[in-house]
């Protein structure tokens, strides 16, 4: 079959293999070293690779990628694969899954094992949203096969998790509150107090236009008449008008005379 560089050429192909599929039709003819008709998986060590690098290596593939992976064993650590890249590492999550025949529910044909791809070095690291699912061969059907095993590989299948817009709208809810928090904390004193005292003269000022107008209007003179106090008893008897009136003839007979002659 030609193949036009990464992709073959057949219009409107989709590969989307069931677990099934992937374990008992196209891990199992690896494995055993039958020969595939088709070739849409190839052989890679993807953990030289950085998981957003491997799209571009695969032979097909939209969102999900497929690749027969050679089983790296770690010295010196019990026989536990190497799952360490340039910049990270991918860690298992969860216990190992058994997939079962759909038409024989009692035979097991693989196991299916799920990691996270982690960027940094274990055991600290930041998650990301890379994700793979790791299929191999039952050990004991590996142990009990009457047909020799050829290569010990694994089938490894590396997508990307798909994030929700009601989890992109949290993150950016998120975001807008933590940068929110961070600008009304990380605000100086000195421009607090600038601002503060800024408010509090551009308040202040009307008032103290006001207080100086209050001022210059009780401070202004005012003209008020003159109070017209009476007269004691004694200096009433003193203005000329009352002493013209004043008859002799009255003083020998007024109560007041002697009073009126001191």
Same mark, same amino acid.
């Given at each position: 079959?030609?193949?036009?560089?990464?992709?073959?050429? &057949?219009?409107?192909? %989709?590969?989307? $293999?069931? +677990?099934?599929?992937? @374990?008992?039709?196209?891990?199992? /003819?690896?494995?055993?070293?039958?020969?595939?008709?088709?070739?849409?998986?190839?052989? &890679?060590?993807?953990? %030289?690779?950085? $998981?957003? +690098?491997?799209?571009? @290596?695969?032979?097909?593939?939209? /969102?999900?990628?497929?690749?027969?992976?050679?089983?790296?064993?770690?010295?010196?650590?019990?026989?536990?694969?190497?799952?360490?890249?340039?910049?990270?590492?991918?860690?298992?999550?969860?216990?190992? /899954?058994?997939?079962?025949?759909?038409?024989?529910?009692?035979?097991?044909?693989?196991?299916?094992?799920?990691?996270?791809?982690?960027?940094?070095?274990?055991?600290?690291?930041?998650?990301?949203?890379?994700?793979?699912?790791?299929?191999?061969?039952?050990?004991?059907?590996?142990?009990?096969?009457?047909?020799?095993?050829?290569?010990?590989?694994?089938?490894?299948?590396?997508?990307?998790?798909?994030?929700?817009?009601?989890?992109?709208?949290?993150?950016?809810?998120?975001?807008?509150?933590?940068?929110?928090?961070?600008?009304?904390?990380?605000?100086?004193?000195?421009?607090?107090?600038?601002?503060?005292?800024?408010?509090?003269?551009?308040?202040?000022?009307?008032?103290?236009?006001?207080?100086?107008?209050?001022?210059?209007?009780?401070?202004?003179?005012?003209?008020?008449?003159?109070?017209?106090?009476?007269?004691?008893?004694?200096?009433?008897?003193?203005?000329?008008?009352?002493?013209?009136?004043?008859?002799?003839?009255?003083?020998?007979?007024?109560?007041?005379?002697?009073?009126?002659?001191?």
């Amino acid at each position: 079959m030609e193949r036009r560089g990464s992709q073959l050429d &057949l219009p409107g192909f %989709r590969f989307y $293999p069931t +677990e099934e599929e992937l @374990l008992d039709f196209y891990l199992r /003819r690896v494995v055993l070293g039958q020969k595939l008709h088709f070739d849409v998986i190839g052989s &890679l060590n993807i953990y %030289r690779h950085d $998981p957003w +690098e491997l799209p571009g @290596l695969a032979k097909i593939g939209e /969102r999900e990628w497929y690749f027969f992976v050679p089983r790296d064993r770690k010295s010196g650590s019990g026989g536990r694969p190497n799952r360490t890249t340039e910049r990270g590492f991918w860690k298992a999550t969860g216990s190992d /899954r058994q997939i079962r025949k759909a038409a024989e529910p009692g035979r097991v044909i693989g196991v299916k094992k799920t990691l996270v791809f982690y960027r940094g070095r274990a055991p600290r690291g930041t998650k990301t949203d890379w994700i793979m699912n790791e299929y191999r061969q039952p050990e004991a059907n590996s142990a009990s096969s009457a047909m020799p095993l050829k290569e010990d590989v694994v089938l490894c299948k590396v997508y990307r998790k798909a994030t929700s817009l009601k989890e992109l709208e949290k993150r950016a809810a998120k975001e807008e509150d933590a940068k929110a928090s961070q600008g009304y904390i990380s605000m100086p004193a000195d421009s607090a107090s600038n601002s503060d005292q800024e408010n509090y003269q551009s308040s202040s000022a009307p008032m103290d236009c006001d207080v100086k107008e209050m001022k210059q209007e009780v401070i202004r003179p005012v003209n008020l008449p003159e109070l017209q106090v009476p007269m004691s008893g004694m200096e009433w008897m003193q203005d000329p008008f009352l002493a013209q009136l004043r008859s002799p003839w009255l003083d020998q007979w007024s109560p007041y005379a002697n009073i009126l002659h001191f």
